[in-house]
């Protein structure tokens, strides 16, 4: 017979009870089930073998971290060591929570480790009467305990890398999409508003952002003259355009407009104007951060269909599990579910049709070159959100790859195998990664070295003026650095200015 024992990992640290008569107990799971909140019965099965108390909150944490990821931490493997070798019995069970971490735990110590049966109710119990099974342990004592580790333990899960935050780019580019809509609404809305007035220019200036500028700045059209060509260039960027705009005003088919409804169309035009601005910068803040977080992504399919995935994924974390499958149709669910609930053909794209190779590719090859571009997509999302020094090289090699396989399908001419591009990759990022990390190190030691030569220089010319001063006790006091090698004073300060001498040719 073996018997059981049960690990239970506590906020304040580990402990380890016997179960009594576990195979006669094993037989009764639904009186178990039932004592299990009653303290008295509960006490009749479980009994307390051994408990090891964490020393510090920090001790806790890094134990906890290392148990949800299924990782045998050094205090439980040596708690769980010396309460195992005492025993006589050689047959012994253990009860635990996490089939991973059993598994590490048999790995580590030989024990074999159980997580299904009367285990998950035994625990049960011990979790319901802890602090009561503890000598010297209340409920509010345990209480504080899970909370503070709580805390600690959700503090650690949320820190991430603020230069690698896919948070940002999710509601960037939410609303950059939503400044679009609102940008061409609002276009629409001052082009109908002041083309009672100047009807010509909708024509002449079809650019939503310009005609927002050139509304603002032409007012009243029967104030534009020749003069305000110059001005009037630079914001059309088209001398023709700037003429063409001036000779429209002088005979324009437009009806008279009051100063007050003038005043509120400048004001919306401005507005107008401003937003579009805004909008340019969202877009470069975008780029920027694609860089950061997943360069790969932004340069194999641009920064906005990369954001895109990511904002549908909801992280980047999401995006790098699925598969090339799920990436493909990212976007098109509901086209997805129809297609299964019609039994029509499911579609080929979701997402990923903004991108320009679907474009480019002819209408027979789309369904095959979404699918490649998925697959490349799906292999860049998980290389930026695992490699800790984030490069461009892999994305750029991708984007090669579906160039070649666009090229296979106009021209038939066969692409390279996938094993040599990454080869050719991962031997790129090598050469790359350590060029970064030399670059800052020569910098650095650069830096070093003047900063050495001026201490070594400061140090010689304060040791002499020291020595005129001072006299001869004082030089040698002075000079103790150089007497430790050996000889008098005034030979060290020459052996000095040999060497500085020496690393300024150098």
Known sequence: MSQLYVLYEHAAGYALFSVKEFEEVSMFLPQVESSVTDLAKFNSIVKLGGFAPFK????ALENINA???GIVPQDLLVFLDDFFSKLKKKKCQLGIADAKLGAAITEAIGVQCSHFGVVPEILRGIRFHFHKLIKGFTDKSAGIAQLGLGHSYSRAKVKFNVHRSD?????????????DKDVNTFSMRIREWYSYHFPELVKIVPDNYIYAKAAKFIKDRKTLTQDKLEELEEIVMDSAKAQAI?????????MDISIVDLMNIELFAERVVKLSEYRKKLSTYLHNKMQCVAPNLQSLIGDQVGARLISHAGSLTNLAKYPA???QILGAEKALFRALKTRSNTPKYGLLYHSSFIGRAGLKNKGRISRFLANK?????RIDCFLEQPT???GETLKQQVEERLKFYESGEVPRKNIEVMKEAIGLAAIEAPLKITDENQSQKKKNKKKKRKLEEEAVNGNGVAAEANGGAEEAAAEEPAAENGGDGEPKKKKKKKKNKNKDNE
């Open 56 to 59: 510090t909150a920090i001790a």
């Open 392 to 394: 461009a090289v892999f």
């Open 246 to 254: 001036i000779d429209a005003a002088k005979m324009s088919m437009g």
């Open 167 to 179: 948070n940002m780019i999710i509601q960037s580019i939410a609303l950059l999409d939503q400044l």
């Open 377 to 381: 997509c799906s292999i860049a999302s």
């Open 325 to 327: 499958s799920t990436v």
């Open 67 to 69: 148990i949800s990821e």
